[in-house]
């Protein structure tokens, strides 16, 4: 018998992407799916869009609680076997779970695929998370990712989770994951069974002004800020798991992590007086940058002399200097942009990582 696969989107005053984001979740090639939609309190024409469905999709209306609410009423409402959360702005290409159902296997916690980049017009960006889809890891990559400091990842509609892993991480705290309550499920996810990772472009990431966290064409201090916020919530969460579960995690866990140390020192270089750590100085951060760069499994050769560059470059040239190399490290390169849409299915682009 083919698993019930649940897709559950979560929505907050999204109803001019949300049709598109549902039509996608129909779309789908394979079956059976169900498709459950979360309405987080929208004050904008979100119900209209969702009532224009009819019984095509399981609806959830509640009053607006962030992120890990809309997440915990959708899996309420769920009964997939395998569980998605596509957030309302981003898109599912029609193949999605077919792959990942056909990559599915016997002890899996998640399953990750690729994200191409696209505006808010839909319009490919021509670049896509992760840059370097090769780097993302299979089977139990627990070892890996204390010692590193993460895993090679996607945001939230990127993912796929056994039933019975959310069953033991849900329900989330609903204060402390107003945002990103997908980065508690990703990161203990792997420390409940394997990882498998489709390197292909099965889903859109709709880059616009109202995203919290990722970039678009020009750096914000602010978004930077919440990148690093959000690593240390990361880091909270990984280690009230590590601390129920027997196991401890390195007390500079987070710092191990490349990527956190790029937006930390970026933050810190742009925006110092806003920055969130008093004893941050970025010779510091360059150094261990450099150190946890080369000693990052997933990196390959070309991406670690990048970094070689990229953090003394940051660090020390003069601030206008130094911000024209971090919008180098920092935000979205196309390596093939085109002209109409999205990318097709099977098309994986591959590019240095950030």
């Not at 999709?57 to 809309?70: E, L, R, Y």
């Not at 010692?147 to 039933?163: E, I, K, L, Q």
């Not at 997908?182 to 109202?210: M, N, Q």
């Not at 990052?296 to 020390?316: D, E, G, K």
Request: glycine share 8%.
């Amino acid at each position: 018998m083919q698993p019930l696969v649940s897709i559950i989107i979560d929505n907050f005053n999204y109803a001019h992407f949300l049709g598109a984001a549902i039509d996608g979740a129909l779309a789908q090639t394979y079956t059976p799916v169900e498709v459950v939609v979360v309405d987080d309190g929208s004050t904008d024409t979100s119900p209209d869009v969702i009532f224009g469905y009819g019984d095509r999709v399981s609806a959830v209306f509640k009053p607006n609680g962030g992120h890990a609410s809309a997440f915990n009423a959708g899996f309420r409402a769920s009964r997939g076997t395998i569980v998605m959360f596509l957030d309302a702005d981003d898109l599912l290409l029609p193949n999605a779970v077919e792959e990942v159902v056909r990559a599915w296997r016997p002890g899996v916690s998640k399953a990750q695929f690729v994200l191409a980049h696209i505006d808010a017009n839909g319009r490919s960006l021509g670049s896509s998370v992760p840059y370097l889809p090769a780097q993302m890891p299979d089977g139990d990559i627990r070892e890996s990712i204390l010692h590193t400091g993460g895993y090679v990842g996607v945001p939230t509609s990127g993912n796929a989770f056994a039933r019975t892993v959310l069953d033991q991480l849900l329900p989330l705290d609903e204060v402390q994951w107003r945002q990103a309550a997908d980065t508690s499920l990703e990161i203990i996810a792997p420390f409940l069974g394997d990882v498998v990772s489709i390197r292909k472009t099965l889903g859109c990431y709709r880059i616009h002004e109202s995203n919290h966290g990722m970039l678009g064409d020009e750096l914000d201090s602010r978004k930077l800020r919440v990148k690093v916020v959000i690593d240390l919530q990361r880091e909270w969460a990984l280690s009230e798991f590590a601390r129920h579960s027997g196991f401890t995690i390195p007390r500079d866990w987070a710092a191990r992590d490349p990527a956190h140390l790029k937006y930390r020192l970026a933050s810190l270089r742009i925006d110092p007086a806003h920055h969130p750590f008093i004893d941050d100085r970025a010779p510091r951060l360059m150094l261990e940058g450099l150190s946890s760069s080369w000693r990052n499994p997933a990196y390959n050769f070309r991406s670690r002399i990048f970094h070689a560059a990229w953090f003394p470059l940051a660090a020390l040239l003069p601030r206008a200097a130094a911000v024209r190399m971090i919008r180098r490290g920092l935000l979205p390169r196309p390596a093939t942009r085109r002209p109409h849409g999205p990318p097709e299915p099977h098309d994986t682009v591959l590019q240095t990582p950030t």
